[in-house]
Nanobody, 121 residues
Framework: VQLQASGGGSVQAGGSLRLSCAAS????????MGWYRQGPGKERELVAD???????NYGDSVKGRFTISRDTAANTVAVQMNNLKPEDTAVYLC????????????????WGQGTQVTVSS
């Protein structure tokens, strides 16, 4: 299973972008799915993710500005990013916890290729 992300780009502070991510297999079972980011010289951090049941987590720095949405049937996830700030500049990585069965259920972490978001002041 591969993840294909799209929607990155450059925007001025206060602007908006929408990132989308789709799994190559619409039938695979996915638990948690969402986005992380890694800025220049920074560690990878959670942007937002959601479980198949609809529970959502946001990173503290994006709460109130970003909104995650997911189509569980299509295995897609998107994040609407509003009021972007220069500190949101990062490579955004789509993530999915693929659930596989081999006598028991286990989770395999899959990452997309990353999409660059640049916010200028």
């Amino acid at each position: 299973v591969q993840l294909q992300a799209s929607g990155g780009g450059s925007v001025q502070a206060g602007g908006s972008l929408r990132l989308s991510c789709a799994a190559s297999d619409r039938l695979v079972r996915i638990g948690r799915m969402g986005w992380y980011r890694q800025g220049p010289g920074k560690e990878r951090e959670l942007v937002a993710d959601t479980t198949a049941e609809g529970s959502v987590n946001y990173g503290d720095s994006v709460k109130g500005r970003f909104t995650i949405s997911r189509d569980t049937a299509a295995n897609t996830v998107a994040v609407q990013m509003n009021n972007l700030k220069p500190e949101d500049t990062a490579v955004y990585l789509c993530y999915a916890g693929i659930q596989l069965y081999a006598g028991h259920w286990y989770t395999k972490d899959v990452w997309g290729q990353g999409t660059q978001v640049t916010v200028s002041s």
